[in-house]
């Protein structure tokens, strides 16, 4: 029988067009509670975004299935934005300038929904594969934007971003550092278990719960949270890490650990980071 403690998938999508909400009752019912809620990129949605009002559909799509989560009984937070990948699908049928103007004005639109109390935090980051020198620098124009977006809402700010070491993390600081947003707001989505690291600079891990990740993590405190990056992609099921994942990991490290750091991960870290309640 699971602890009745909170457990909380920092980073998951859902999508009505695959398992759904089929996924979510698989989290349930291996004792999950929480979850933040993150939009999928617009192709997912068969959109090809031609101007900024195009991500409307698929935020209002992401806050609708964060209410279909709810009647099932489980938290859901909507983190809202463009991911960097876009940058890569716009440049194929328009000017670089364009692309970068459209995605900046795609996390305008997500950030009003968190002024509206419709969305917990922004989602933005950087390409996760080799780009050229330009398109990197608007990448990270971009990602900056979106800090001085959180800085002005006081919300989270998820990233996607390469794979990071120190040195990386270390560049995502300073840019963050410099438009004033609060540190630990800004949320190294598929994070290592870098977690010394990341509190030395500020940053805030979402630990990928690869098997031996969160016993390292731990290893380093318990100032992280953790997540899966479950896709519910008709084509790569159970990709990242599949919906049960996070609860069944947690009820058997709290055999070894017992439920206290638990407690922190999931419910304290979350609550400081999105300013949310994770109450059961």
């Given at each position: 029988?699971p602890?009745?403690?909170p ?18 009752k ?25 101007e900024?009002?195009?991500y ?18 489980v938290?859901?937070f ?17 000017e670089l300038q ?18 509206k109390?419709?969305?917990?935090g922004?989602?933005?980051g ?10 990197w620098a608007a990448s990270?124009?971009i ?12 919300c989270?700010?998820q990233?996607h971003?390469?794979?990071v ?24 989505h598929?994070?290592?278990p870098?977690v010394?690291t ?7 891990p ?11 993590a ?7 949270m953790?997540?899966?990056d ?26 070894m650990?017992?439920e ?6 999931h ?5 400081k ?8």
């Open positions: 029988m602890a009745k403690i457990i909380t998938d920092n980073h998951m999508h859902i999508d009505s067009r695959a398992r759904g909400l089929e996924a979510v698989d989290f349930k019912n291996s004792g999950g509670t929480h979850i933040i809620l993150v939009t999928k990129p617009s192709w997912s949605f068969g959109i090809t975004v031609k900024p009002e195009d409307l559909k698929v935020f209002d799509e992401t806050i609708e299935i964060a209410s279909k989560i709810r009647e099932l009984g938290g859901a909507p983190v809202l934005g463009v991911h960097p990948a876009e940058i890569s699908r716009l440049t194929e049928y328009m364009k692309a970068t103007e459209i995605m900046k004005k795609g996390l305008e639109f997500a950030s009003e929904y968190v002024e109390g419709l969305a917990v922004i989602k933005s950087r390409p996760h594969y080799p780009v050229s020198a330009e398109v990270n124009e990602m900056e934007y979106a800090f001085s977006l959180g800085k002005e809402q006081d989270a700010v990233l971003t390469e794979s070491g120190e040195p990386e993390l270390q560049d995502i600081a300073k840019r963050a550092r410099k438009t004033g947003i609060k540190m630990y707001k800004v949320v190294k598929y994070s290592p870098l010394k990341c509190e030395e600079l500020g940053l805030f979402g630990v990928i719960s690869v098997k031996g990740a969160i016993e390292h731990l290893e380093e405190g318990t100032r992280f953790m997540e899966t479950y896709i519910d992609d008709p084509d790569r099921p159970g990709a990242v890490l599949g919906p049960k994942t996070i609860p069944r990991r947690t009820i058997k490290l709290m055999e650990y017992g206290e750091p638990f407690w922190v991960i419910k304290e870290n979350p609550e980071v999105y300013e949310i309640e994770i109450e059961l």
